[in-house]
């Protein structure tokens, strides 16, 4: 069965923290699989990241796509210990 391209336009959110170890940002996007990358500099990592993300959405199939998650946000917590 031969997939049939439409251009489409999607928008997520990634999860970035930074690696000092390595000293390399580390970007995540989650509900996403296999969306995630590494780079030495944030807009390096957003290039990056629109190529995995890119690739990890053509890998789907159109049902798959349909059950991606939806991205609600992040909430921040504080606690005393």
């Known amino acids: 069965m ?3 391209l439409t251009m489409r ?6 999860e970035i923290t930074r690696d000092n170890e390595i000293n390399q ?3 995540i996007v989650p509900g996403l699989p296999g ?3 590494q780079a030495a500099t944030l807009d390096e990592l957003y290039k990056n990241l629109q ?3 890119q690739l990890c ?5 159109e049902e798959e796509i349909k059950e991606l998650p ?8 504080s606690v005393a210990v």
């Open 70 to 77: 939806d991205f609600i946000g992040f909430q921040q917590i």
């Open 2 to 4: 031969q997939k049939i």
């Open 35 to 37: 969306a995630h990358t």
């Open 57 to 61: 959405i053509e890998e789907l199939t």
């Open 25 to 27: 940002y580390i970007g």
């Open 9 to 14: 336009s999607f928008k997520f959110t990634a």
């Open 51 to 53: 190529e995995v993300v």
